[in-house]
Nanobody, 125 residues
Framework: QVQLVESGGGLVQAGGSLRLSCAAS????????MGWFRQAPGKEREFVAA????????NYADSVKGRFTISRDNAKYTVYLQMNSLSPEDTAVYYC??????????????????WGQGTQVTVSS
């Protein structure tokens, strides 16, 4: 079992930045690929970014590539999402998730076994 708790969401103006954190507890953190997903009102939950267990591989949605950076600190059991140049289209609840496929960076929600409760990010224009 892995427990995940996100933090760092909030209200920011367009063009601003936020850093989300996701603290994990439970089984060995480096055994899991970590991902970030987001869900806007009335829309499907979508992939944002993922990082492999040891941090050697990353994967980004085209919509955030070049603006968002995913990273992890395995000693602290924490994964981060640095979000820059935010736009109103980034407004959503952001979820972190853990996948046992630690060698890969899957985009499908079905590959992730554990989920946090989400943190709201609101970008005003």
């Amino acid at each position: 079992q892995v427990q995940l708790v996100e933090s760092g969401g909030g209200l920011v103006q367009a063009g601003g930045s936020l850093r989300l954190s996701c603290a994990a507890s439970g089984r060995t953190f480096s055994s899991y690929t970590m991902g970030w997903f987001r869900q806007a009102p009335g829309k499907e939950r979508e992939f944002v970014a993922a990082i492999s267990g040891r941090g050697g591989y990353t994967n980004y949605a085209d919509s955030v590539k070049g603006r968002f950076t995913i990273s992890r600190d395995n000693a602290k059991y924490t994964v981060y999402l640095q979000m820059n140049s935010l736009s109103p289209e980034d407004t959503a609840v952001y979820y972190c998730a853990a996948s046992p496929a630690h060698w890969a960076t899957p985009r499908s929600r079905n590959e992730y076994a554990y989920w946090g409760q989400g943190t709201q990010v609101t970008v005003s224009s």
